[in-house]
């Protein structure tokens, strides 16, 4: 039952996308809107069930970013205002912080994987989205940080391959605040 809803939510999502950006000339800011808008949508139709955890914002995050590439669009151009759009939506309709942020997150980096995408860059241009989404949403934007780069970390670890050092060195170079957090992470795991 469940995953049968997730996977009408990464469809229809990649059917609105798909349209709602098909011709726009400012692809940028339509992007971050109209995830927003169809996370919302999704929302109001979806169970209390599905509003629980990280399924829902990877489900949306993936059916965006299948939609865009369907139509060309750069994964890498795209992918912080997908995010950013996606925890908006989410958080706008009391789905917790670290799951938005967290589930959509993830799915950017496993999505950049599978489309043979930089996920270093990848990971850099979603952590940047998620905190964006949370700070326009009122949310504790040093918190988002850390949950999205240890979001980021867990999925470069699942992607495997040297992956984690990739994502490591582009989030010390590319994220404010990354490397304190990737060095707090490594005295954590020594102790």
Do not use: C, F, H
Not at 50 to 69: E, F, M, N
Request: hydrophobic fraction near 40%; aromatic fraction near 0%; avoid cysteine.
């Amino acid at each position: 039952m469940a995953i049968k809803l997730l996977s009408k939510v990464v469809n229809g999502i990649k059917g609105g996308v798909t349209s709602t950006i098909k011709g726009t000339a400012d692809v940028g800011s339509t992007i971050v809107n109209s995830v927003k808008d169809l996370t919302v949508t999704t929302l109001k139709g979806t169970s209390e069930l599905l509003v629980k955890g990280i399924q829902l914002p990877a489900s949306i995050v993936k059916g965006a970013i299948d939609g865009l590439s369907n139509i060309g669009v750069s994964l890498i151009k795209a992918v912080k205002g997908i995010v950013s759009g996606t925890v908006q939506g989410l958080m706008s309709q009391g789905v917790e912080q670290k799951d938005a942020v967290a589930g959509s997150v993830q799915q950017a980096i496993y999505s950049a994987k599978e489309l043979g995408e930089n996920v270093g860059m990848v990971a850099v241009e979603s952590i940047k989205g998620a905190v964006s989404g949370v700070k326009q949403v009122g949310g504790d934007t040093v918190s988002a940080t850390k949950t999205a780069v240890i979001a980021a970390l867990e999925a470069a670890r699942d992607v495997g391959g040297g992956t984690t050092d990739v994502v490591k060195a582009a989030l010390s170079d590319g994220v404010e605040g990354a490397k304190k957090i990737l060095d707090e992470l490594k005295k954590d795991e020594k102790a």
